[in-house]
């Protein structure tokens, strides 16, 4: 276990419903065809992006083959309002008729939707690493709490056009979605419906994170889910994959490279500046990843002489528990008992609302670490109210900000973002530090692509806005001579 820090004072033959309908747009029914293969000895498989396509969030993947159906990710929408209102409509199929639910790691947008995805009817088992499924128990309760907490504020303060404000899903129905995880080991095949069979292999970019490695019907589809960095201090490097028929490849940074400047040196900097202004710095972050990398560069800051001596506070209950599983989980990280141990004494935490209004309050000079990372919800948002007002504070956005949300507009340079119904002024500076994304930018997805032995017959870009998602499919096609394709939400694709 992680050292603590300072606590401040099955069923899979149901009958079928929900049967698709939209329009067909068939590439070659024959593509995923060995050479002398008849249509009689193929059995029809079929492709559908029910999210993350042409956007960077709500990932789900549908494939369908003889009458049973397997979804890759169950990701939340988040950002502009258009696209979070996508998570109260009806999904493009009845859960019911889903027979299992394969999930790449355990961030929202992967995993989020899972707790409605149980309220409204799917019994299946959810299928992920070990790691993800612990993160995933995290994330899941939280993203319910923070509902709940969110539905209940807004009605009490009368701060909503729908009377009452419901939550999305509930604790019970996260409690639900929990007790479905069934976990696999990375690198050893496993059983789903339909006799398909699916691996795990490492991903990077947080703990149990994995690409999808699924072979159905005679073709072999690979998942990428989110593809970490190389040489990241935190996670280890994202594993080659050899070969497949067709390949579903995230796009996020597939249109620019992360900054190459040593982070260290940057926090550094950013923190001094803002400690001799008298300031307070505040950082956004994602709980799991993101809070766990930011403490280790303060930890090796502190540990060299470069950070002045003010308190260090991991104001979320979720990154706190997340940090322990740096301990349970060792061999899905690089950092070694001494490190992660020393990093989480560091830090002062708190897990009570009482001791993160006492942050607030305190005009000292500190870091404060808190989610959520693109400030859509959590304790994130009452400091922001208080400290992004004075010129003296900074707020240091360190990942990607989804279009809509206010981690997008403060990166952006906006001067205010509206929270809890009224408009905040952000008078604060602002640091904003890509280099450390957990997501592999351009070059670096090119060279993972790069592993393969001989190319897909097809890629499919996904999880990528449209200039993002379209550079990478123009750079596929360029530089490694790959057919590849940008599809559209609810397009259906026979493989």
Known sequence: MC?????????????RSGKLSPVVVDFGRLGGMAAGDSPARQTELTFRPLGA?????????????????????????????????????????????????????????????LPRLVRDG?????????????VADIILRDSAAIQERDADFLNRHRATKHHPALPLYDSDDAGRALELFVTHPFGREFSLPGDAVGMFRRAGHILGAATVDLTWQGRRIVFTGDLGRYDDPVMLDPEPVPAADYLLMESTYGDRTHERAD????????????????????????????????????????????LPDVPIYLDSPMAINASDLLGAYPRDHRLPPE??????????????????????????PKVVISASGMATGGRILHHLKTFAPDPRNTIMVTGYQVPG????????GERYVKIHGEWVPINAQVANLQMLSAHADADELIRWAGGFAKPPRRVFVVHGEPQAADTLRRRLDHELGWEATVPRVNQLFAL
């Open 3 to 15: 050292r603590r820090g300072r606590d401040a004072a099955p069923g899979l033959d149901r009958p």
């Open 339 to 364: 490190v992660y141990q020393g990093m989480c004494a560091m830090a002062i935490y708190t897990r009570e609302a009482e001791e993160s209004k006492r942050i607030s309050a305190n005009r000292d």
């Open 405 to 412: 949300t206010r981690g997008r507009s403060i990166a952006a």
């Open 122 to 134: 799917f019994r299946g088992p959810i299928v992920s690493t070990k790691a993800t499924a612990a």
């Open 263 to 306: 982070p260290a040196d940057v926090i550094a900097k950013v923190v001094n500046e803002t400690v001799e202004r008298g300031g307070t710095l505040l950082i956004p972050a994602f709980a799991v990843g993101r809070a766990q990398t930011l403490l280790y560069y303060l930890w090796q800051l502190r540990s060299g002489g470069k």
């Open 53 to 113: 396509a042409s956007t960077v969030t709500g990932s789900k993947h549908l494939l369908e083959s003889d009458g049973k159906r397997i979804l890759v990710d169950c990701g939340l929408f988040q950002g502009v309002k258009n696209l979070r209102e996508l998570n109260w409509a009806p999904l493009a199929v009845d859960p019911s008729s889903i027979d299992a639910v394969v999930v790449t790691h355990a961030h929202l947008d992967h995993t989020g939707y």
